[in-house]
């Protein structure tokens, strides 16, 4: 199945496009030749995720693929930055369209595509033309439900509400990479304790409006509504995968290694 997903894309122009985008995530962010691909991980003062973008590097510039649904407000910061040596800062929403694909899908028809996301690490993020619209019959919309399906992000995982740590982010963490925002907070749970929570997939038989699902088996703290009996949560590392049940209605879950 192959989503059209239309959240923001940046253009980064200029050659301190890296350091500028390194120097505010917790990974450095390198530039290399066009095609190349990476991610960063965008957290604020107190090591909370911000946003998760993903970056293509192309003849045109660095681009920005964002998780969030709204242009990001650190973008104002970053073109401060780009503008003392030159660079600019673009939004490139519309010349680009941004795919969702599943890998067992011929994903190798896109210019670039990114793998190994979301449930099952099936997923993966892939550029294409911009003319083409869900009208062609071959796209539907990536939206929130998709999301939730797949083990996507949403406004409900980013905007500042929780720890890399939490909702399957923990790889892109790098505490040597210089003093970015959250970097003293990641540090010190870093050096204090073990990580002991994870983020998995629910499918519920019954949408539940409650914000914790407890079973007899573990407790699961809902990060987003449920939409048509899916849903993400974060639970202790020791609650199985599989099969819970609560007030006599079942919910499965399935761990998700890396967010997408």
Known sequence: MLY??????TLLQGSGASDAVSTISTIEVPAEK?????????????????????????????ILL????????????????????????????EAI??????????????????????????????LAESNITPNDGIFEVYNQE???????LTEHHLNGNF????????????LQNGCYPGQEVHAKIDAKTSITKRMVRLICETSTDARTIRTDTG?????????NGYTHAIC??????GDHFYNNTKVTAKTIYTAL
């Open 4 to 9: 059209l997903d239309n959240r923001p894309i």
């Open 34 to 62: 066009p095609g190349s691909t990476s991610r960063a991980l965008i957290c604020d003062p107190v090591g909370k995720v911000i946003d998760a973008p993903y970056v293509v590097n192309d003849d045109a510039g660095m």
């Open 66 to 93: 964002h998780s969030t649904e709204q242009k990001p407000k650190y973008l104002t910061a970053l073109a401060r930055t780009l503008s003392k040596s030159g660079g600019l800062v673009l939004d490139a929403t």
């Open 97 to 126: 369209n941004r795919i969702v694909t599943n890998e067992r899908d011929d994903a190798s028809k896109f210019s670039v595509s990114i793998g190994g996301l979301g449930v099952d690490s099936s997923w993966a993020i892939a």
């Open 146 to 152: 998709v999301a939730m399906r797949i083990g996507g």
């Open 163 to 174: 720890l890399p740590h939490h909702i399957a982010l923990l790889d892109y963490v790098t």
């Open 219 to 227: 407790s699961f703290r809902l990060i987003h509504p449920c939409i």
């Open 236 to 241: 202790d590392d020791d609650v199985e995968d």
